[in-house]
Nanobody, 124 residues
Framework: QVQLIESGGGLVQAGGSLRLSCVASGRTLSAYAIGWFRQAPGQDHEGVSCITSAGTTNYADSAKGRFTISRDNAKNTVYLQMNMLKPEDTAVYYC??????????????????WGQGTQVTVSS
């Protein structure tokens, strides 16, 4: 089973940027569709974005135009570049394997066990 480790979170002012990293250990990441999810205090996990092994991406409406997901299979890493951050983006961010549909589009359906995550805090 692939183990995913998130990093890159921090405290940033509204309008700022962060880049999150998701590194895999134990197994190559290239065969998996990987998604980023987040959980704000008192709320359920929310899908943010995902990317297939072929590089096809999908974004939640809240992330479109501001966030960019990418992957570097040579580094066994998936990234989430977050720009124009808003206070409502404050949450713990997790990466997780996801499912995909018959058209090859990844879906924001997490598959696995949540890891430690990385905290993102956006101040107003």
């Amino acid at each position: 089973q692939v183990q995913l480790i998130e990093s890159g979170g921090g405290l940033v002012q509204a309008g700022g940027s962060l880049r999150l990293s998701c590194v895999a250990s134990g197994r190559t990441l290239s065969a998996y569709a990987i998604g980023w999810f987040r959980q704000a205090p008192g709320q359920d996990h929310e899908g943010v974005s995902c990317i297939t092994s072929a590089g096809t991406t999908n974004y939640a409406d809240s992330a479109k135009g501001r966030f960019t997901i990418s992957r570097d299979n040579a580094k066994n890493t998936v990234y989430l570049q977050m720009n124009m951050l808003k206070p409502e983006d404050t949450a713990v961010y997790y990466c997780m394997a996801t499912t995909w549909n018959a058209r090859g589009l990844c879906l924001l359906n997490p598959v696995g066990i949540w890891g430690q995550g990385t905290q993102v805090t956006v101040s107003s």
